[in-house]
T-cell receptor
Framework: KNQVEQSPQSLIILEGKNCTLQCNYTVSPFSNLRWYKQDTGRGPVSLTIMTFSENTKSNGRYTATLDADTKQSSLHITASQLSDSASYICVVSERGSQGNLIFGKGTKLSVKP | NAGVMQNPRHLVRRRGQEARLRCSPVKGHSHVYWYRQLPEEGLKFMVYLQKENIIDESGMPKERFSAEFPKEGPSILRIQQVVRGDSAAYFC??????????????FGEGSRLTVL
């Protein structure tokens, strides 16, 4: 069964610190992996999209990595800010699945001053 | 605002009533997706549509739920005879390309349905 598992479920860090969020998936055949940021009560906003051949992709203070062999991805946030408090969602697309993206439950990040 | 527009943002219905959720995709986008999010759960795929066609409805319950994306006007997700279990946030997303092929997916702010 195609699944996307994220860890930790929640995380509290101090402003200015770095953190890394994990995503493991069993989706096969793999097409691409995305990371989204979802503020409470809002729609998800895309951070990165990676295909099979991409190992790392950055978007400002966000850096995503992908190991397609071990089916693992991580999202590293550098120099966290209060506005980074949100849920971070890992989404995997199965090749041939049309629009049926598989969403993880997300990691809820709280950045404290 | 050229983003995905969803309305209403909040909708309250009594059991047995109908709920209609609307989604206007980003201008020029021909691919529309609907997702449902229960509290503390991840988004779950419901249906994928292109103009006037339902491409994949494998995530949508067979009973009471229907979706359309007419040639003119917004996409509509319709829930008939709502039950308490239908209470959720319903998100619409659009893309210029098929999402599977790294088409950037733009989400609306969601419609939150509460069934009393």
């Amino acid at each position: 069964k195609n699944q996307v598992e994220q860890s930790p479920q929640s995380l509290i860090i101090l402003e200015g610190k770095n953190c890394t969020l994990q995503c493991n998936y069993t989706v096969s055949p793999f097409s691409n992996l995305r990371w989204y940021k979802q503020d409470t009560g809002r729609g998800p906003v895309s951070l990165t999209i990676m295909t099979f051949s991409e190992n790392t992709k950055s978007n400002g203070r966000y850096t995503a990595t992908l190991d397609a062999d071990t089916k693992q991805s991580s999202l590293h946030i550098t120099a966290s800010q209060l506005s980074d408090s949100a849920s971070y969602i890992c989404v995997v697309s199965e090749r041939g699945s049309q629009g049926n993206l598989i969403f993880g439950k997300g990691t809820k990040l709280s950045v404290k001053p | 605002n050229a983003g995905v527009m969803q309305n209403p943002r909040h909708l309250v219905r009594r059991r047995g009533q109908e709920a209609r959720l609307r989604c206007s995709p980003v201008k020029g986008h021909s691919h529309v997706y609907w997702y449902r999010q229960l509290p503390e759960e991840g988004l779950k795929f419901m249906v994928y549509l292109q103009k006037e066609n339902i491409i994949d409805e494998s995530g949508m319950p067979k009973e009471r739920f229907s979706a359309e994306f007419p040639k003119e006007g917004p996409s509509i997700l319709r829930i008939q005879q709502v039950v308490r279990g239908d209470s959720a946030a319903y998100f619409c997303a659009s893309s210029p390309l098929l999402a599977e092929y790294t088409g950037e997916l733009f989400f609306g702010e969601g419609s939150r349905l509460t069934v009393l």
